[in-house]
């Protein structure tokens, strides 16, 4: 016999036998509604001269970030790729910032050029910064990165506060102006490296980064801004919970920051879209009485190798609940996406979601032995296609024959 889950507040989106049999699985699944809520919500939680950009690193997918904008965001990214697929989706260069550690002069030139808010990693991007000088729109604004309090010279992202006024000078020996500082704190923890056995870094995800490092960071970002001097905007980068966990983060930066005229940037990921995605995925065979293989694995939702997402089963079959693993396709012994979550008996066929899966599983995701998934979009009682399943010709197009040429430059295979 099979009886509905009950439907829970926040849990999945109904309809999963519908989409199953229209779309396929594995699926990703976004609501529309709750993310461009939780947009909001953010945004309301901070108030009025805050700039929010949606952390496009979380999820790029253009229709996402189509809707967060609609929804007031603005997008940070990471790539040239991810600044074209920020344009792509209708945010205007003056809403977008431009961070990470490897900017080419290429997409230097294109962001600067088209004014858009463009955040050195280190003193070489500087440097690059000021030899494309002439390409730099009136309206674009530079700012610099800084190491978060306590990582000075061990992080490897951002500036140190000697660095930040040293580079303050030579964009101003250049006729250009640092306007603006950022630090970003980081969810992820490196761990020592062992000195023996396998060269794994210990990877932990402290996510929501705790309001106290907030709170030093912003202090950090005010003193070397006084000392810079003419410095009009400050971002305190990603790690921010979602709103209704918020409160605590605005009063403690605020009070650092004081009746500061200056413009405060945000730039969540994780608390504008994990909640807001599933993937679901379907049971294709038994392993025991305590576990299954599913049809998608840990290359379709990375972000379950840090942390545990939670697991509905969208039909349950009568019987008691048993600690069960899902296991996924990959031939990798670690491929698996829950492990020994309580679930009602699992029979092939049946249909699972994975819940928190809007971030950092998609943007991740790769076409590992098995291709990736179509994600659709799911607002006001409709569903929309965000991006197909992946097809052999995506992925083998781009490929060519090995080509060997000969001591007498003949081709020998082709
Ligand atoms: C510079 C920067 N900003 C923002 C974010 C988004 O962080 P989160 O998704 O934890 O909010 C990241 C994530 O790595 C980042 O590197």
Redesign the pocket.
């Given at each position: 016999m099979i009886r509905a889950v009950p439907a829970q507040p926040d849990g999945p989106p109904s309809g999963a036998e519908e989409l199953a049999a229209r779309f396929g699985t594995p699926l990703y699944v976004f609501d529309g509604t709750r993310m461009a809520a939780a947009a909001a919500a953010f945004c309301a939680a901070w108030g009025a001269g805050v700039t929010v950009a949606y952390?496009l690193?979380?999820n790029p997918l253009m229709g996402i970030v189509r809707r967060l904008h609609r929804a007031g965001t603005g997008a940070?990214v990471?790539s040239g790729f991810e600044y074209r697929v920020a344009r792509r989706a209708g945010v205007p260069p003056g809403a977008i910032i431009f961070?990470g550690p490897h900017k080419p002069d290429a997409d230097l030139r294109l962001a600067l050029g088209e004014g858009a808010t463009v955040i050195a990693d280190g003193a070489e991007q500087i440097r690059r910064i000021v030899a494309l000088r002439a390409h730099v729109a009136p309206a674009a604004r530079i700012g610099i990165r800084m190491s978060p309090p306590g990582r000075e010279g061990l992080d490897r992202f951002g500036l140190t506060r000697r660095h930040v006024l040293a580079a303050a000078r030579m964009l101003d020996r250049a006729g250009l102006r640092l306007s603006g500082l950022h630090t970003?704190l980081?969810?992820?923890q490196l761990g020592p490296l062992p000195s023996t056995g396998p060269p794994i870094h210990g990877v932990t995800v402290e996510?929501p980064?705790p309001v106290e490092r907030f709170a030093a960071a912003a202090a950090n970002l005010v003193r070397v801004a006084d000392e810079v001097g003419g410095i009009e905007w400050l971002d305190l980068?990603?790690?921010?919970p979602a709103a209704p966990g918020l409160a605590p983060y605005v009063a403690a930066v605020r009070e650092q920051l004081g009746d500061e005229p200056r413009e405060i940037i945000l730039?969540?990921?994780?608390?504008l879209i994990r909640d807001s995605g599933w993937l679901l995925v379907r049971v294709v065979e038994r392993r025991g009485r305590n576990a299954v293989v599913v049809d998608a694995g840990i290359t379709q939702v990375p972000c379950v190798l840090w942390k545990r997402s939670p697991v509905h089963v969208v039909a349950a079959h009568d019987g008691p609940q048993r600690p069960t693993s899902l296991f996924g396709p990959l031939c990798l012994q670690h491929d698996a996406i829950a492990r020994e979550v309580p679930l009602p008996p699992l029979r092939v066929g049946d249909l699972v979601w994975i819940g928190q899966t809007g971030?950092?599983a998609m943007a991740q995701a790769s076409p590992f032995i098995h291709l990736r998934p179509a994600a659709i979009l799911l607002e006001g009682g409709r569903g929309s296609l965000l991006r197909a399943r992946e097809t052999d010709d995506e992925a083998m197009g781009s490929q060519t024959e090995p080509l060997l040429v000969g001591s007498d430059g003949q081709k020998v295979w082709a």
């Open positions: 952390s690193k979380s940070e990471a961070n970003h980081g969810a992820y996510y980064v980068g990603g790690g921010w730039e969540p990921g994780r608390a971030a950092y």
